[in-house]
């Protein structure tokens, strides 16, 4: 009804909000003039122009009333023919930038795949007024003018080409001074359509008699003949030929084919072609639900008769994704879309070839590692309703689904969920169930060791709750055993990576031809060098942290802003050569274990290993095969993985876990404890853990020993309850960032005594983290811990902003990066 009034009356002025993928503090007005009005929407891009710089940006709503306060620029250009996402996602934007703190456009610039974005290219138009004396220019400026004067416009990149040289910014800008030429933005569609070339038999031989004479009359150019033969034979069994795929079968070259084409023959015509698999329905292989499993998905559909959010608590092993199938099923058969989203892309890899054996190729995976012009066509595919199951990360929360059913959140107590920077610092698990809310879809979480809040919601009856306490197969829980790593290190003067318990369980598990996962939360070889002679230890030059040794690269790194240094063989306080490594990463006992099992087959999965599209499925299917017997990996091992092989995991350091300075830390101890104990013993229940640790006496380990989340949760709820920590209310962190350390501390304090009258009570600081200094900037922080009561949060909020606006219009402070953080994790 909105569209047909703006559609109707094109004689009234029309006003349009535009979000601009930039941090703006509010979206700003544009008009639209006549000529556009029958063609603009909400959610279509258009072209506008901000500070003589170019944007396309997206409409998020049209009214007729005219600002009062200034006179709104003309947009310049409608780019879409329809819109490029639904109401819905703008809602969500719009939800995500109030509660996490953010603009519409740093939420629009994450959302939308970069080559949707279109970019703005400078252009030099020629200044016709200008005259052909060229005498004032040197040969650079010279050559240019003359291309100019040739050609009338160049874009940047063809200066760079012209002149053979990078920086070509100095010569435009003198060309400019006198008036040679002028600069022109345009913008420019990033997104190319893949072109293929496909080979087509002329019209001449689709008469059969004519192709049958031609056959049976070739005398020259046998190999031409064979390509003709292998043609016919893909024609037949594939429809349509492409090139690459001729040449490939018949062992052909260019020329060959060429030959082909100049006989008139066949003809090669470019085709766009699409970059993501075709869609083809899989007749789909049955398989049965264990009488738990049965009682589970009644459990949660039951729930969501009542509740539009419900928690799947399955111990691990326990066979959640066979009943997520289930539910996957039953809502694509009424014709709407699933979002199953998971913490990792590496967890894809596996699922997706899970999901694919039921679904086909039905079911589409959206992460980071696609390229833009793949994301963009998901995204479109997505759009129109043409792919019915996605399978992501985070950021595939931000497709725009046409009428989704279901998202299921694996994992859902995985920190992964969270952004961190840039912004929008969101949580996508707490976005998610918001974006159902604007569909009325169902949200079911699954985890074997939930989040302590999303627990807490289920036993207040916020959320439905069904649990899944057995094993699939009646499998047993792994049995894990405690390492006490005193009497090591008294025995050895130092702390030891592999004891001898853990050595003779690897080997006993080699003996039965099993696998092993041993996990160390460090990558690296060493987490730091120091001098023994007097205790130096090299640090980073741009933060205050010290550099890890990576033996494989022979290089010092600094894992906070991945600056490299040259390993160090003096001391730079006494000038010692004495240096000696301290504790260790995946890779010293990548190495370790490799000398002590020189036959077993080693493998390490961490961020160094897997960086490409495809590393992580590679490694995985390795592993899968049994062509690796021993994994040692960091977090990116314990996470949801399934492997059935395995009947060893050691976690070599677990005091490295438990002793965090954060109030999560047991949380997060426990879930990592609990998570990466349950690869072991998946198949056959012959599962053991060992845990090597020093304080024995902690109690998390006790929860871990026995598998029993539920005494952890009540021995944790109470601590967050006596200390007033979420879910007993909601916490938001704000750090300032300079790169004098003075100013971001001024500019801490002066935040809160601008909050401090109202909202005293509840804040904490300023203080500087732990590490305080990163990328040569700074860092100060301020905590607030407010109730749990939405009117004085969102009070806050605001306040936060108006503070923040107030210290950066300072001219001493206009330089401090002001991060606020809503429920940090």
């Not at 492409?242 to 090669?268: C, E, P, T």
């Not at 129109?384 to 992501?392: A, F, S």
């Not at 190495?591 to 897997?610: G, Q």
Request: net charge neutral.
């Amino acid at each position: 009804m909105q569209e047909e009034l703006f559609h109707t009356d094109i004689t009234t002025a029309l006003f349009a909000e535009v979000i601009i993928p930039l941090a703006l503090p509010t979206t700003y007005t544009w008009r639209i003039p006549q000529h556009f009005q029958q063609s603009v929407t909400i959610g279509i891009r258009v072209e506008v122009q901000l500070r003589n710089k170019k944007y396309s940006g997206i409409i998020r709503s049209l009214h007729k009333e005219k600002p009062s306060a200034f006179k709104p620029k003309e947009i310049l250009n409608v780019l879409d023919d329809e819109p490029l996402l639904y109401p819905q996602q703008l809602q969500l934007w719009q939800w995500i930038a109030n509660y996490y703190l953010c603009s519409e456009g740093e939420v629009m610039q994450a959302a939308i795949p970069s080559n949707l974005k279109l970019s703005s290219e400078s252009v030099l138009i020629h200044n016709e007024e200008f005259g052909v004396d060229y005498s004032s220019l040197n040969d650079e400026e010279f050559i240019v003018a003359e291309a100019l004067e040739l050609k009338k416009e160049l874009r940047l990149s063809e200066v760079q080409q012209l002149l053979d040289i990078s920086h070509v910014y100095p010569v435009i800008k003198k060309l400019i001074d006198k008036g040679v030429c002028f600069i022109w933005e345009e913008l420019k569609e990033k997104y190319k359509e893949k072109k293929e070339n496909f080979v087509i038999l002329t019209t001449t031989y689709h008469n059969e008699d004519k192709l049958a004479d031609l056959l049976n009359n070739w005398s020259k150019a046998p190999r031409q003949m064979e390509l003709l033969l292998a043609y016919l034979h893909l024609l037949k069994t594939n429809g349509e030929v492409k090139q690459s795929d001729l040449l490939k079968k018949a062992n052909a070259s260019l020329a060959q084919l060429k030959g082909l084409q100049d006989k008139g023959v066949v003809r090669i015509e470019a085709r766009s072609v699409n970059r993501l698999k075709p869609i083809n329905e899989k007749e789909r292989s049955g398989f049965s639900l264990s009488p738990a499993q049965q009682n589970a998905l009644a459990g949660i559909q039951e729930n969501f008769t009542e509740k539009n959010t419900c928690l799947l608590h399955g111990v691990t092993a326990s066979g959640k994704t066979q009943i997520y199938i289930k539910l996957i099923e039953s809502v694509i058969e009424k014709g709407e879309q699933v979002l199953y989203m998971l913490p990792e892309i590496a967890l894809t890899a596996q699922i997706i070839r899970r999901l694919q054996e039921y679904f086909g190729n039905s079911i589409a995976v959206y992460h980071s590692k696609f390229n833009p012009n793949e994301r963009v066509e998901l995204w479109n595919k997505v759009k129109e309703g043409t792919i019915k199951i996605v399978l992501g990360a985070r950021s595939a929360l931000f497709l725009p689904f046409k009428h989704i059913g279901l998202i299921i959140i694996d994992e859902e107590h995985d920190a992964s969920y969270k952004q961190q920077d840039p912004a929008p610092r969101y949580n996508a698990r707490d976005a998610a169930i918001y974006y159902a809310s604007l569909f009325n879809a169902k949200v079911l979480l699954g985890s074997a060791t939930p989040s302590v809040d999303t627990y807490y919601n289920c036993i207040h009856n916020k959320y439905g709750l069904v649990e899944l306490t057995e094993r699939f197969g009646n499998v047993s829980l792994p049995a894990i055993e405690i390492i006490d790593l005193k009497k090591t290190v008294q025995q050895q003067k130092e702390k030891i990576v592999l004891t001898q318990p853990l050595k003779e369980a690897i080997a006993q598990s080699l003996h039965e031809k099993k696998q092993i996962i041993i996990f160390q939360n460090r990558r690296g070889y060493s987490p730091y060098i120091l001098c023994n002679t007097c205790g130096w230890i090299p640090q980073c030059k741009h933060c205050d942290v010290t550099l890890t040794y990576h033996k494989s690269k022979n290089t010092l790194s600094c894992h906070y802003c991945g600056t490299s240094y040259p390993v160090l063989q003096t001391c730079a306080a006494c000038g010692s050569h004495n240096f000696i490594q301290k504790n260790f990463g995946t890779e010293k006992i990548e190495e370790l274990i490799a000398e002590t099992f020189s036959d077993a087959k080693t493998a390490r999965m961490d961020y160094d290993t897997v960086k490409g599209k495809h590393d992580y499925d590679a490694l995985i299917r390795l592993f899968e095969q049994q062509r690796i017997d021993i994994l040692v990996g960091t977090q990116m091992v314990v996470k949801g993985l399934d492997f059935e092989h395995v009947n060893l995991v050691g976690i070599t350091d677990a005091d490295g876990i438990l002793n965090f300075a954060d109030f999560r830390v047991n949380e997060r101890a426990f879930q990592l404890m609990e998570q990466v104990s349950g690869r072991a013993g998946r198949k056959d229940g012959n599962g053991k853990v060992l845990i090597q640790v020093s304080n024995v006496q902690h109690p998390v380990l006790h929860f871990v020993k026995e598998h029993n989340y539920k005494q952890f949760f009540e021995h944790e709820i109470l601590a967050r309850k006596m200390y007033h920590y979420p879910p007993y209310s909601r916490i938001i962190n704000i750090v300032f960032k300079h790169k004098l350390n003075h100013i971001a501390e001024e500019a801490a304090n002066i935040m809160k005594g601008g909050l401090s009258s109202t909202f005293g009570l509840y804040i904490n600081g300023p203080a500087q983290p732990m590490v305080n200094r990163i990328r040569n900037q700074y860092l100060w922080e301020l905590q607030l811990k407010l109730p749990k009561n939405t009117a004085l949060i969102q009070h806050c909020k605001t306040a936060i902003l108006q503070q923040s606006t107030i210290i950066q219009s300072n001219k001493q402070y206009s330089a401090v990066s002001i991060i606020a953080d809503v429920d940090p994790v």
